[in-house]
């Protein structure tokens, strides 16, 4: 049974296209159920999000299941199949598990490294597996990609690197300041970007936050948004001898504070670190106010550097988080492959030891031989089963070891070793289990 | 022979782990990190039996020169930045830690202490006490020579990881200000973090150096008949009382912090390098270790 992967995502489709062809969890439910009644699947998941809708699943068609899921999911949104298999892409083995693990560590995302795919990973699996779609091979492999997903995580640093303007700032403050829930930040001038700052630093759990505004009753509002305080901007001098960090987005021609200024707030300050952000344009704080050595002045060219700099390093990193993707991926499937060759093993062993002592029964009855006679046949036809297994399990612990899944395959037609119980009672066990 | 492949072997530990802290520092990555941090554990346990293997092979508390000291200072400094890593986690402690054990580790292994140090050491103190044969094997036997001698070198390893985190938040500060550097802001602790160890290094380093000072004094006295002997060691091991003092005084009263304390951290280590030094190698008198 191999996995299989068919969808799209931002790369290969237009955002319209994913709108329609996103799926609601209960959705997603009902069409895996379809499939999985239909038999082209026998586990699986959507993971529908605003950047990707992708179906995983179990198969044991791998060649034909791709453009089965593909038809069904065009039909499901009353799509022609010609106008959404452009847009489609479908992995099996190997491939589809590299995707996942991939996808899973968010090397395939948009903005490579953020961290809510992992989530919706997380979400879409719970939905399938509360509804029993899923079992225990399946479980087993996705749980692999979230320990891939922490592995790349901890082993790189591709998730810890800001990427937007708002958060190098926070990023820094907190290189500066370590804890922000000890430390005060002000907002001065409550405009657009001002707004997304205080957002910033407010999910940052700052310990307080002020807005100076020259409309006084602007501030009040913002203020009321972020559970802030309101001031009048007349007070600006008295505030940055006392916050930490102060973000500037007036609108004003010429500098708001001046070096001579800061220099007698920082004597009152007692030369305590003041990191100031300075996002207007023209800008609100003379340049030369960076030149005092507790000062950390940042305008908006120098966050966007940092922020370049930050999406070169995670390239940097991607690559390595592609080689740790690549070795769990082939680590899972020689595990995999294992996994598949010893049941078949063991299955044939079992089938031909009930086949011998069945017929060894009958023909000690048969003959009513004494107890050394039955000693001896007893002997001979371990002996004789022995012989004959010995070529078929090497041939398929060749197999095994040499990706080779066709002999896999006609060994278990060919002894009649259909796992398909095995399987089901496997899936029942494991749903029992989590319940 | 196992001694100087302990020492040996430290050296290349503390150097390859030097390396590889700067190395993750320029380029990145946690691997990099985490052999780092092993190898300067392997390092800190070498120094350790090679001490132990001193000890057995002399007979007595081995630190009776500068360079077996030197040697004591690495294990001392892996040892304070293993506890200060197990606290914050923070990978860059390598980058600072490892090169000073190196540093140390190299100048010990040049030079393995002999039976003719121990004879020697016990020679110079008994020619000071003439009436009494044994005074250098008494000092040896001692409680408070080796309590002695382990609190002065644990104030110094101390001040040397004082000097680390300073230089630390130097490299920090200067890459934040220059607003350069993407890599180094990214693995750097935070300004705070490295201060706040900075500081409680050298206080604990204080304490410690005081109490040295004054178990010395004591064991002076009853073995020499005398508090204060005037020896080099003792001027330069109040001088560097003094100079960390003053350097927490201007901290306390006048708010000095950040980049200025780093700077004095740096400094006064410095000139605790020179002074243990010049003190043990070319005015040894009494403190030949």
């Known amino acids: 049974m191999d996995l299989v992967v068919v969808g799209l995502n931002h790369r290969s489709s237009s955002v319209s296209l994913r709108e329609r062809m996103a799926m609601e969890p209960q959705v997603a439910v009902d069409f895996l159920r379809s499939l999985r009644d239909g038999g082209v699947v026998s586990d699986g998941m959507v993971v529908s999000t605003c950047n990707r809708v992708e179906v995983y699943a179990m198969s044991r068609e791998p060649a034909t299941a791709p453009a089965r899921i593909g038809e069904a999911l065009a039909a499901r949104h009353g799509l022609q199949s010609a106008d959404v298999f452009p847009s489609l892409y479908s992995l099996s083995g190997k491939e589809a598990v590299e995707h996942l693990f991939s996808v899973c560590a968010s090397l395939d995302s948009m903005v490579v490294g953020e961290p809510q795919i992992l989530g919706q990973v997380k979400e879409a699996f719970a939905t399938a597996q509360q509804a029993g779609l899923t079992g225990g091979a399946f479980n087993r492999l996705i749980q692999r990609g979230f320990s891939v997903a922490k592995r790349v995580r901890t082993e790189t640093q591709i998730s810890r690197l800001a990427v937007s303007v708002s958060s190098v700032a926070v990023d820094l403050a907190k290189k500066i300041f370590q804890k922000l829930d000890q430390h005060t930040a002000m907002l001065v001038g409550a405009g657009e970007m001002a707004e997304l700052a205080a957002r910033h630093f407010d999910s940052a759990g700052i310990k307080e936050l002020f807005i100076l505004n020259r409309t006084y009753e602007r501030a009040v509002a913002l203020a009321q948004e972020f559970d802030a305080v309101a001031a009048p901007f007349d007070k600006l001098h008295s505030y940055l001898a006392e916050i930490d960090i102060a973000v500037f987005s007036v609108g004003a021609p010429h500098y708001v504070i001046r070096a001579a200024e800061l220099e007698s707030i920082m004597v009152r300050r007692r030369q305590r670190p003041l990191f100031l952000i300075d996002i207007a344009v023209p800008r609100n704080i003379d340049p030369a106010c960076a030149e005092f050595d507790s000062v950390f002045l940042y305008d908006m060219d120098d966050l966007e550097h940092i922020a370049d700099g930050n999406k070169a390093l995670r390239t940097g990193e991607g690559d390595h988080a592609r080689r740790i993707v690549k070795e769990e991926s082939d680590a899972y499937l020689s595990w995999a492959q294992a996994q598949q060759a010893f049941p078949i093993i063991a299955r044939l062993t079992m089938r031909a030891e009930s086949i011998r002592k069945a017929e060894l029964e009958r023909t000690i009855a048969d003959l009513n031989a004494d107890p050394e006679t039955a000693e001896k046949l007893e002997r001979m036809t371990a002996s004789i089963v022995r012989k004959l297994l010995h070529n078929p399990i090497q041939a398929i612990k060749a197999a095994q070891s040499g990706d080779d899944y066709l002999v896999l395959e006609a060994v278990r037609q060919a002894f009649g070793l259909d796992d398909e119980r095995a399987d089901a009672e496997e899936r029942k066990a494991d749903q029992a289990k989590e319940a | ?289």
């Open chain 2, 1 to 289: 022979m196992f001694e100087s492949l302990a020492a040996w072997s430290a050296d290349i530990c503390f150097v390859a782990a030097s390396v590889l802290s700067i190395l993750s520092l320029q380029r990145g990555g946690r691997p990099p990190f985490v052999y780092g941090w092993s190898l300067l554990l392997a390092g800190g346990i070498l120094e350790l039996l090679y001490m132990v293997a001193a000890t057995v092979r002399l007979g007595a508390f081995p630190i009776i020169n500068p360079w077996i000291g030197a040697s004591f200072l690495s294990f001392l400094i892996t040892l304070f930045a293993v506890l200060v890593w197990l606290k914050h986690r923070e990978p860059a402690f390598l980058a600072g830690a490892a090169p000073v054990a190196a540093m140390f580790a190299i100048l010990s292994a040049s030079r393995p202490v002999t039976e003719a140090d121990l004879a020697g050491f016990a020679e110079q103190f008994s020619r000071l006490q003439p009436g009494v044969d044994d005074a250098g094997r008494q000092i040896l036997e001692s409680i408070w020579f080796p309590t002695h001698v382990t609190l002065a070198l644990a104030a110094y390893a101390l001040f040397a990881l004082a000097a680390t985190m300073g230089l630390l938040q130097l490299a920090l500060h200067r890459a934040l200000k220059r607003k350069r550097g993407v890599r180094r802001i990214q693995y750097l602790p935070p300004l705070p973090v490295v201060e706040s160890i900075g500081t409680t290094s050298v206080m604990i380093g204080m304490a410690c150096l005081f109490v040295a000072l004054v178990i010395g004094a004591y064991g002076a006295r009853m073995v020499l008949q005398s508090h204060w002997l005037g020896d080099p060691k003792e001027l330069a091991g109040l001088a560097i009382l003094l100079v960390y003092g003053l350097i927490e005084a201007t901290r306390v009263v006048r708010g000095w912090t950040g980049r200025r304390t780093a700077t004095a951290h740096v400094g006064a280590f410095v000139m605790l390098i020179v002074v243990f030094l010049g003190s043990s190698v070319l005015a040894p008198k009494l403190h030949g270790f």
